[in-house]
């Protein structure tokens, strides 16, 4: 049984969160619950849960405060928000899970069935890249994202990404140090997250970020250069986004 806690200001949404819980999934020992950060602190030390629900808005602090507030965080941690698009990314960016209001029985079981590969591994690290982009502008130059490794996460800024380039199920992402990486997450995952963020799609395998493209060349059909030297294809389907990016600075 995972041993939960749930952490909420909202008492219906705390009541409507332990009924979905208790109904739907058979492997969740409710610990106890509390409705604000005060409370929520003294309830992880004396529980000491396997896993923490946790509102991100409260009376007397945030999510992030009660988490300063822990001597540590060595549990399971998903989040409860009714955060914009935009913070929902914020989320995706920090490998956190989350959970968005009004809670949906579907959503809320396949982040619970998630948690067996969740570890636990760099809590305060992502907690603080969330964080970070939470409350930054949504620009290339304040952005960080989490990217999964084998015994953990590593956190690194956009702007030092060059490129991605989509490999089946797994992203290969180029840096501006010559460094690399390889993630286990479509190309399309990472099209979504970067997009708002100066990158574009060229090609069914190639994501770049403009801030490196230093010209377009019409040989063979299309092809852009990038800072590193690099000549890379452009389809026939990106062509005319790309351009317009380019030609009309649409970033």
């Known amino acids: 049984m995972l041993k939960t806690v749930i952490i909420d200001d909202d008492y219906v949404s705390r009541m409507v969160l332990r009924e979905m819980l208790l109904k739907f999934l058979d492997n969740i020992e409710i610990l106890g619950e509390a409705g604000s950060v005060e409370e929520g602190v003294k309830l992880i030390e004396e529980t000491d849960p396997e896993l923490v629900l946790l509102d991100i808005s409260m009376p007397d602090g945030t999510g992030f405060d009660l988490l300063d507030k822990l ?29 968005v209001k009004p809670l949906v029985v579907e959503e809320l079981t396949k982040a619970i069935m998630r948690i067996p590969q969740m570890p636990k591994l760099d809590n305060a690290v992502r907690v603080k890249t969330l964080k970070d982009n939470l409350f930054s502008p949504d620009d290339n130059n304040n952005n960080t994202i989490a990217l999964p490794e084998s015994n953990g996460f590593a956190i690194v800024r956009v702007e030092q990404i060059i490129r991605c380039e989509g490999k089946r199920n797994y992203t290969r992402i180029l840096f501006k140090d010559d460094t690399e990486k390889i993630v286990s997450r479509t190309l399309l995952e990472f099209e979504h997250l970067l997009a708002p ?55």
């Open 71 to 99: 001597k540590s965080v060595n549990f399971k941690l998903i989040f409860i928000t009714a955060y914009s698009e935009y913070a929902v990314k914020a989320f995706k960016y920090s490998a956190i899970d989350y959970i």
């Open 197 to 251: 963020l100066g990158f574009v799609r060229i090609h069914r395998s190639h994501l770049v970020n403009l801030y490196n493209v230093v010209r377009y060349l019409k040989t063979d059909g299309g092809m852009v250069e990038l800072k590193t030297g690099e000549l890379l294809k452009v389809s026939p389907k990106h062509k005319e986004e790309l351009l317009n990016k380019l030609l009309y600075n649409k970033l």
